[in-house]
């Protein structure tokens, strides 16, 4: 890995962590079963689970659509570069892992503004010997800054798939559309978008409970009916790509998600809810689930 971002000054990353309030892509670690969190982050994901016993399933089954994304713009479009915003944590499966075990000479940015993202990236986000994976420490918020740091590695006169993967229902209108806009306008033929976003045409009654624990801890939670999710498709002239944007665990699904060993029932019965988590497959979805679009697009 490269990168100005990577340069700096570990004592001043951790100076910027806040441990008392929650963060999306801490909150999102809870849900994926990681260690890279902090109590405050712990208690907004049980909150949320409580709201929506099987809320995990909308994070485990987006995490899901990226691997499933990556694989076929890989494999079957050709797709060798990736400006993932919002990155969060780093997990299994993390976009270059998935990118270069099928074509080790893929580039793949990431982009987060956590600290704690950023400490964990430098140590655990790096490439293979053919191909290049850096970090950015920016906000989505100023596109400019990524789409310059980005071109240091990516090469924008060839095609970049633009993953911006439960990241969007963070950020107003007024803000979400036009950053969108200015991203892709940057991005030559051939680009693709990734994208997934939380909803409340799908089972409302859940997923407003959700956002309530939310909104109260002082996140923005925009939820977007699949018309609005589709503006971001539409309104910068991209195709949408076959099934267009559906429930985020019918984009070519194949039930391929890893099923976790399980313990023994006295142990599993000892655990709270969120360490249960740790142990539920994600195969037995169903409609009432999820609250999740996706979809990907191509730039004409």
């Known amino acids: 890995m490269s990168g100005d971002a990577l340069s700096q000054d570990p004592a001043e990353s951790r100076r910027r962590i806040d441990?008392?309030?929650?963060?999306?892509?801490?909150?999102y670690d809870v849900f994926l079963c990681g260690k890279d969190h902090y109590p405050v982050d712990r208690a907004a994901a049980a909150a949320a689970l409580a709201a929506n016993p099987r809320g995990y399933l909308d994070v485990r089954h987006n995490r899901d659509f990226l691997r499933r994304a990556v694989t076929r713009l890989v494999g079957g479009d050709g797709i060798r570069q990736f400006l993932d915003i919002g990155s969060g944590l780093p997990t299994a499966q993390n976009v270059h892992q998935i990118a270069q075990r099928i074509s080790p000479d893929s580039r793949v940015v990431y982009v987060d503004n956590d600290p704690v993202v950023l400490a964990h990236a430098r140590a655990l986000l790096t490439s293979g010997p053919e191909g290049r994976t850096d970090y950015i420490d920016a906000d989505f918020m100023n596109p400019a800054e990524i789409l310059e740091q980005a071109a240091k590695t990516l090469d924008f006169d060839?095609?970049?798939?633009?993953?911006l993967v439960a990241i969007l229902h963070f950020v107003e209108d007024e803000q979400a559309y036009p950053i969108v806009r200015e991203l892709l306008d940057a991005l030559p033929s051939g680009s693709r978008l990734v994208l997934s976003h939380l909803t409340e045409d799908l089972n409302p009654e859940n997923v407003r409970a959700v956002q309530r624990t939310y909104t109260e801890r002082g996140f923005t939670?925009?939820?977007?009916?699949?018309?609005?999710v589709e503006r971001f498709f539409t309104e910068n002239g991209l195709e949408q790509a076959d099934p267009g944007v559906v429930p985020v665990h019918h984009w070519h699904a194949d039930n391929a998600a890893p099923v976790p060993e399980q313990p023994e029932a006295a142990y599993l019965e000892s655990l709270d809810d969120i360490e249960k988590v740790r142990y539920a497959g994600i195969n037995d979805v169903t409609d009432?689930?999820?609250?999740?679009?996706?979809?990907?697009?191509?730039?004409?």
């Open 19 to 27: 441990n008392t309030r929650a963060h999306p892509a801490r909150v």
């Open 158 to 163: 060839r095609p970049v798939a633009l993953c």
């Open 288 to 300: 009432a689930d999820i609250n999740v679009y996706a979809g990907v697009g191509v730039k004409a």
């Open 221 to 228: 939670f925009v939820l977007r009916s699949r018309a609005e």
